[in-house]
């Protein structure tokens, strides 16, 4: 990734479209993993508006229109709706998207234990045009044993699917995950993440935001 000389927590790769990458304060990170943990019994289950082969999903906010999948619900503090809203918003701002508005969707938490998987997919909110992300919370001691080719190891890893071909491009991007970072990318962009053999857990969270804007009017912004 390369490192946003204006930004020392920020850095970036492209692969069509931009992927961001930030280190969440560890303020929010605690306040999130705390309010998961203790208020675990009463949050609702995500499974059946997921993909993910992932027995334990549950949702943290949701203001989209209510149905029979889920209905509004917020778990969230003020503080930490608007840390959201900042990423986003410097998302937006640094990929020079001009004259759009924001609405923040959902947010959930995914924990995954041995075997468990998120198939490779795409994210929409209410609208189909927006921002996905993925948040580090917890991560097991080890992914387990890589059973072929242990230098480029997949076990749990977080695969980002570009949007560009060629022998030399940049066509996908799986980082080494830690706890704290922080990604951000389009709605669009296909993504996955491969089980893991072993013990214990790994804990992520999902934030999808709404954007409305006019492609015509941010066609070759510079």
Not at 53 to 66: A, M, Q, T, V
Not at 121 to 147: D, N, W
Not at 163 to 173: E, I, P, T
Not at 196 to 222: C, E, H, K
């Amino acid at each position: 990734m390369t490192l946003d000389p204006n930004q020392n927590n920020f850095s970036f790769v492209f692969l069509g479209q931009s992927v961001l990458k930030y280190q969440v304060p560890l303020d929010v990170y605690n306040t999130i993993n705390h309010i998961y943990e203790t208020k675990y019994p009463e949050l609702k289950p995500a499974n059946k508006q997921l993909v993910g082969k992932i027995e334990k999903e549950h949702s943290l906010f949701f203001d989209g229109p209510d149905n029979d999948k889920m209905t509004r619900h917020n778990h969230l503090p003020q503080d930490v709706l608007q840390w959201f809203h900042q990423k986003f918003t410097h998302y937006l701002q640094w990929n020079k998207v001009r004259e759009y508005e924001m609405h923040l969707n959902s947010v959930w938490v995914n924990t995954m234990f041995e075997h468990e998987y998120n198939p490779v997919h795409v994210h929409q909110g209410t609208l189909f045009t927006g921002l996905s992300s993925v948040m580090i919370l917890k991560l097991p001691q080890s992914f387990g044993v890589e059973y072929s080719s242990p230098g480029a190891p997949q076990n749990g890893r977080l695969q980002i699917l570009g949007s560009v071909n060629g022998q030399f491009a940049n066509v996908d991007y799986q980082p080494e995950i830690k706890e704290r970072d922080f990604f951000i990318f389009p709605y669009d962009m296909r993504h996955c993440v491969y089980p893991f053999n072993g013990p214990g857990w790994r804990r992520t969270l999902a934030a999808n935001m709404d954007v409305q804007y006019d492609p015509i009017r941010n066609r070759g912004v510079s």
